[in-house]
């Protein structure tokens, strides 16, 4: 009952803050207003060129970190090596 009622509160919550924008009256023109061919592919340039950006950035920001966990763990290594030196 309680998730029914949380569903429904988050429904009518956002109709009430969708509906003006159901409503407007703006000749089909989004926010950044009338669109030619040239808008259109300098969107698409800008999305080819983000998305291979986006994913060399990510991989070398993961790249330091896996260099950083190897790091630890072979430090925590030569640690532990250190206090056995062999025997019963």
């Given amino acids: 009952m309680r998730r029914l009622a949380a569903t429904l509160s988050t429904s009518l919550l956002m109709l009430l803050v969708l509906a003006p924008a159901a ?3 703006n000749d089909g023109r989004g926010w950044y207003g009338a669109t030619n061919d040239k808008v259109v592919t300098n969107a698409g340039f800008i999305v080819i ?3 291979p950006t986006f994913v060399f950035v990510m991989s070398m920001i993961q790249r330091g970190l896996e260099k950083r966990k ?7 290594k030569q640690l532990g090596k250190a206090d ?3 025997g019963w």
């Fill in 23 to 25: 409503l407007a009256e």
């Fill in 49 to 51: 060129v983000f998305f």
């Fill in 70 to 76: 190897d790091a630890r763990k072979a430090a925590a």
């Fill in 84 to 86: 056995w030196h062999g």
